[in-house]
């Protein structure tokens, strides 16, 4: 049966209803909320406003900025590239692709005592960690100890998921690209006398990767070794990662070192703590002025990727380790906003008063 099209029927725009049905409404409820008649707050910008907005603005940053520039530029720093592409560097012979290992030696002088802990870091350059493909080549069921991610890891670890029939523990880029310069420090004393200078190893990995995410194969008094049987070392390592250190509260995928080196750096220049150098006397510097001989076993090649290698130095303050950035913007932003101040407060003066000069004058 027909019906008959009526446009009073429809309500707001809605389809029409059937005779005797009831009425669709679109309508919003007549409410505070829904039909925006709620109380609201809306500034009025004016010279008494804000003018004193952007004065205290500059007041606050500047100087905060200027006292992190002066905490930043506190911080003692050291840089030492040992990448060896220099022909004169004693780490060039490292290069050669005939040479499997190799040991090289840098002296350098400390024009400054380092008080304080040190913070020994390694740096590389031209490596992208932050590629997907790379930050995704992980397991971290593997990772925490699971013995079925253990003998059975993750697609997403391939290329480096079986080597010789065998699941890699632990699987992935990540994993198989892992640092393994060794770097020592020695002070050079009166006769070329040489003073180890005594690196931490412990200490340098987030708490909650050390504990939380990173933990071996549960064996309870098994030796690592027979935990992680059945599995085989990533292809580029020596040794694996159940020899990682003799320290067993240090060892296997709790080992630090490995820790620091699979959280991922999202710029292709990085820097990663390698050691720690403790205070033991509050009478002498940690590292005092002087000459110093660093011992570099070079086993970690960046050439083909025209990747750089260093050896950072560095004390750190209230703030974290040397930034300079900070404090610049900060007094820059403070600078550009007490300037804003003044110019606006000149243009304010000028035209209030010429428009007062012209009530008079009407």
Known sequence: MAMNYNAKDEVDGGPPCAPGGTAKNRRPDNTAFKQQRLPAWQPILTAGTVLPTFFIIGLIFIPIGIGIFVTSNNIREIEIDYTGVDPSSPCNKCLSPNVTSCICAINFTLEQSFEGNVFMYYGL??????????????????????????????????????????????CGAIANSMFNDTLELFLVGNGSYLTSIP????????????????????????????????????????????????????????????????????????????????????????????????????????????GRKRMILSTISWMGGKNPFLGIAYIAIGSISFLLGVVLLVINHKYRNSSNTADITI
């Open 199 to 306: 690196l931490k190893k412990k200490g340098i990995a987030w708490w909650t990767d050390k504990n939380v995410k990173f933990r071996n194969p549960p064996g309870g008094d098994l030796p690592l070794e027979e935990r992680f049987k059945g599995t085989t070392k990533p292809v580029n390592w020596v040794k694996p990662v159940y020899m990682l250190d003799s320290d067993q509260d240090n060892n296997g995928f709790i080992n630090e070192d490995f820790i620091v080196w699979m959280r991922t750096a999202a710029l292709p220049t990085f820097r990663k703590l390698y050691r720690l150098i403790e205070r033991k006397s509050d009478l002498h510097p940690t590292l005092p002025a002087g000459q110093y001989y660093l011992n570099i076993t070079y086993n970690y090649p960046v050439h083909s990727f025209d």
């Open 125 to 170: 350059s031209n490596f992208y960690q932050n590629h997907r493909r790379y930050v995704k080549s992980r397991d971290d069921s593997q990772l925490n100890g699971d013995s079925s991610a253990l003998l059975n890891p993750s697609k997403e670890c391939e290329p480096y998921r079986r080597n010789e029939d065998k699941p890699i523990a632990p």
